[in-house]
């Protein structure tokens, strides 16, 4: 469903890159521009939660970690 709880995309870079067991170098080409507002997008999850009950249960590191133990146990399922 998603979260509200913001992160750019180098924090999740960064948070994706120390959950593999190697390390995983980040490189971030862009810089935003002194003084500029950055452009974000946050979703609203108050539908979610209102009309259907949903809520977040698992933080996104540990979605990370289950996603990345799925594909190191999958991958020949997946293929190349």
């Given at each position: 469903v998603g979260s509200e709880?913001?992160?750019t995309?180098?924090?999740l870079a960064?948070?994706?890159a120390h959950c593999f067991?190697?390390?995983i170098p980040i490189e971030i080409q862009g810089r935003p521009t002194s003084g500029q507002s950055l452009d974000r997008y946050i979703p609203s999850?108050?539908?979610a939660r209102s009309?259907?009950?949903?809520e977040q249960y698992?933080?996104?590191?540990e979605?990370?970690?289950h996603t990345i133990k799925f594909y190191y146990e999958n991958f020949h399922l997946i293929g190349t």
């Open positions: 709880i913001p992160i995309i180098a924090e960064r948070l994706v067991p190697k390390e999850t108050f539908r009309e259907l009950a949903l698992t933080c996104l590191q979605s990370i970690w």
